[in-house]
């Protein structure tokens, strides 16, 4: 059984309303006058992040990546609850918590620890209260509408090759992603779709099309840049940044500084054009799991 | 940093009224007029399950002990988030969880799947709503108060027994303990203090003696056995059975059928006293998560 085959599996399990979906994105729940927002990332060493990096570091990314999550629902995080596999670098764990605690004002709630083995997993869940009703998802663009995102992308791609290569250069970008939650909760209440860019902007809006049973056609050169010009096409394939990408009704400006980056066309062949064609097979367009 | 030290630091950060506890407890969450109930399990290849077991039991038992938290809270599940790294036997788990989910009416809200190495590490969240108010807790056990289990114990330790050694024994307890949800809700009004013994019955009491700053007093011949009688001492160290260990005010019985084996005395010197005696030094009392 691949990766692909469990997640349809686990899928044809989630039928309960609240599961909107598996591996990426949020659980809706309603209870009594609130909705919660339910998220769960697991990270793995050498997978998620680079064996003997500071343990701080993924702390950090860990909470941020689930609490963007939170972001991309305009939910408020209420608490994270932590699942700890033991090891080296527990102390700048700890260190790490605390710091992306204090910065985004979210609780640890409580959670577990285990001993283990290399690699290490680490699993976080995310709960959030939405702030605005209907809560967005990723599946409610339509034909018309234009494609928006907050911020440029290629700055973790950067920062993770600065990293890599031990150059000295500035790689917090993609040590210390900031979630966009009160980005988040300004877009919420206008936006046709949204979602936050983990695995590359056109992996990622392709994802939002086949969610949203439409074809988004981004324009490459529009797409704002953190990376050098020639590293455009890697940029555009890298995650990391986590940005929100969203959609809006035409002649709707968003209530924030953004870039529009495409359009939303009836469904076609192909969920994602670039510049209006398709890309080429064998382009993966950005981080897919298990791939 | 071992776990001991780790799980204070997390403690240290863990400061918001909701995180009641970490590593066995769960988290208690205010949200307008209900209160989420919220629990975190992580299991471990080797550790929690045997190698080679059948991934359907493993995933029953993932979930199972997670409503078993949910249970000792008076809580009705809502759902459950799944963090999975993939491996061997994934469609024996997915038929597992299909399994547990119908058996207990819930539904799975999300989750992540990520690649992984061996040991493999498999987390769980669970949500529930809080049926009775305020919510019981292990620290609510007053001096006067009787000490009471809803069964047997033994009958896990005498499954993993079987099942390890291949007798052919019935192994059902130890792969597929069933939480209990009905009892933990009937109890929730009356109880004083509540956890589930999934450590083993002394072990847990002990715990819940010292969340509530008192000492608890076992009758060991009392302690209801799903085991040979020459094996008592080992069933009262051995967890897995996920009975409800709880506490009532004197002259209160129980509304279910349940067993009285000790008595609530003021703090004394030890946290546990097994027939009015301190346990030996050394005595591990139950399984000691990373002893």
């Given at each position: ?16 309303p609240a ?10 729940l ?5 909705a ?6 697991t990270?793995v060493?050498?997978?998620h ?9 993924v702390?950090?990314k860990l909470v941020a ?12 995080p209420l608490g994270?609850?932590?699942g ?5 670098g527990?102390a700048?764990?700890?260190?790490g918590l605390?710091e992306?605690?204090?910065?985004f004002?979210?609780?640890l709630?409580g959670?577990?620890?285990v001993?283990g ?14 702030t605005?009703?209907p809560?967005?998802?990723?599946s409610g663009?339509r034909?018309g509408?234009e ?12 920062g993770?090759e600065?990293?890599?290569?031990g150059?000295?250069?500035?790689s917090?970008?993609y040590?210390?992603?900031r979630?966009?939650l009160?980005?988040g909760r300004?877009l ?10 983990s695995?590359?902007?056109l992996?990622?809006a ?7 049973g ?5 324009a490459?050169a ?12 890697d ?5 990391d ?9 035409q ?6 500084a953004?870039h529009?980056i495409g359009?939303?066309r ?5 969920p994602?054009?670039i510049?209006g064609?398709?890309?080429p ?9 298990g791939?």
């Amino acid at each position: 059984m691949n990766e692909f085959a469990l997640i349809e599996a686990l899928r044809g399990l989630a039928t309960h309303p609240a599961a909107r979906g598996l591996a990426d994105d949020c659980a809706v729940l309603e209870l009594g006058a609130e909705a919660l927002v339910l998220t769960h990332d697991t990270m793995v060493e050498g997978v998620h992040w680079l064996a003997g990096q500071d343990m701080a570091d993924v702390a950090w990314k860990l909470v941020a990546v689930n609490l963007s999550d939170l972001a991309a629902k305009g939910a408020e995080p209420l608490g994270v609850l932590l699942g700890h596999m033991l090891g080296d670098g527990d102390a700048r764990f700890v260190d790490g918590l605390r710091e992306v605690f204090h910065a985004f004002g979210v609780p640890l709630l409580g959670g577990d620890t285990v001993a283990g083995g290399a690699p290490r997993a680490i699993g976080l869940t995310a709960i959030g209260r939405a702030t605005h009703r209907p809560v967005p998802a990723r599946s409610g663009a339509r034909a018309g509408d234009e494609v928006w995102i907050t911020g440029p992308v290629g700055a973790a791609m950067m920062g993770f090759e600065a990293l890599r290569d031990g150059t000295g250069g500035n790689s917090t970008a993609y040590r210390r992603p900031r979630p966009l939650l009160a980005e988040g909760r300004a877009l919420a209440p206008f936006v046709s779709a949204i979602m936050d860019v983990s695995d590359g902007v056109l992996l990622d809006a392709s994802r939002m099309a086949a969610a949203s049973g439409v074809t988004i056609d981004i324009a490459g050169a529009d797409v704002p840049l953190a990376a050098p010009e020639d590293r455009r096409a890697d940029a555009l394939r890298w995650g990391d940044d986590y940005q929100l990408l969203f959609t809006l009704p035409q002649r709707l400006t968003p209530p924030l500084a953004a870039h529009r980056i495409g359009t939303v066309r009836p469904h076609g062949g192909a969920p994602l054009l670039i510049d209006g064609v398709p890309p080429p097979d064998g382009d993966r367009l950005g981080y897919a799991h298990g791939a």
